[in-house]
């Protein structure tokens, strides 16, 4: 079955850097769009940012254009998100989730998400 | 505030059905399809329907999705205890270029 396995979040200070990734299996990642989502502490969900099936186009929220990249290897099934110049208010869960083809820009599986604390 | 406004709560009885509202703008709900999500406490959201009213395997016939003009809508019929969950509404803006959620819906079954 399809699984979603995020990881690299932890506790960092303000300013500095770190990158999140999604180990994916049991589908045909290559052929799936993918994005991240986020959710601060006791709020609602926040797409963050999206990645076409090859990889050729990448689509940004503003709270994040400029300071994260989204990136993917589909010859490891893996998704990136390399957040630079972290600010208190990024401070969330992170998941992703895979967009099959065709799937009107659905989520269709979610990792269990990773956690993110901007703190000094 | 949220491009996508949902009611902030929605509550019924059991057995009872009950609708979420999810309303946006001609260049969101209007242009492209609307996905729901359920988010059970503690727990990552799960998709619930694409497409407007596509139910993807697994899920329950209870829940039914709806659109018209720039609003869209989820129903659950037959309310039970496990119905209890914020549910979310999501859709791609194509003036923003970004996939903008609703604020979320916390449902109670009273």
């Known amino acids: 079955q399809v699984q979603l396995v995020e990881s690299g979040g932890g506790v960092v200070q303000p300013g500095r850097s770190l990158r999140l990734s999604c180990a994916a299996s049991?589908?045909?990642?290559?052929?799936?769009?993918m994005h991240w989502v986020r959710q601060a502490p006791g709020k609602g969900l926040e797409w963050v940012a999206f990645?076409?099936?090859?990889?050729?186009?990448?689509f940004y929220a503003d709270s994040v254009w400029g300071r994260f990249t989204i990136s993917r290897d589909n010859s490891k099934n893996t998704l990136f998100l390399q957040m630079n110049n972290l600010r208190a208010d990024d401070t969330a869960i992170y998941y992703c989730?895979?967009?099959?083809?065709?799937?009107?820009?659905?989520?269709?599986?979610w990792g269990q998400g990773t956690l993110v604390t901007v703190s000094s | 505030q949220s491009v996508l406004t949902q009611p902030p709560s929605a509550s019924g009885a059991p057995g009872q059905r009950v609708t979420i509202s999810c309303s946006g703008s001609?260049?969101?709900?209007?242009?492209?399809?609307v996905n729901w999500y359920q988010q059970l406490p503690r727990t990552a959201p799960q998709l619930l329907i694409s497409?407007?009213?596509h139910r993807p395997s697994g899920v329950s016939d209870r829940f039914s999705g709806s659109k018209s003009g720039t609003s869209a809508s989820l129903a659950i019929s037959g309310l039970r205890s496990e119905d209890e969950a914020v549910y979310y509404c999501?859709?791609?803006?194509?003036?923003?270029?970004?996939?903008?959620f609703g604020g979320g819906t916390r449902l109670t079954v009273l």
């Open positions: 497409n407007d009213n």
């Open positions: 989730a895979n967009d099959p083809p065709y799937s009107g820009w659905s989520f269709a599986s």
């Open positions: 049991g589908f045909a990642f290559k052929t799936h769009a």
């Open positions: 990645i076409w099936s090859d990889g050729l186009n990448t």
């Open positions: 999501a859709a791609w803006d194509g003036n923003l270029s970004a996939v903008m």
């Open positions: 001609d260049s969101n709900i209007g242009s492209h399809p």
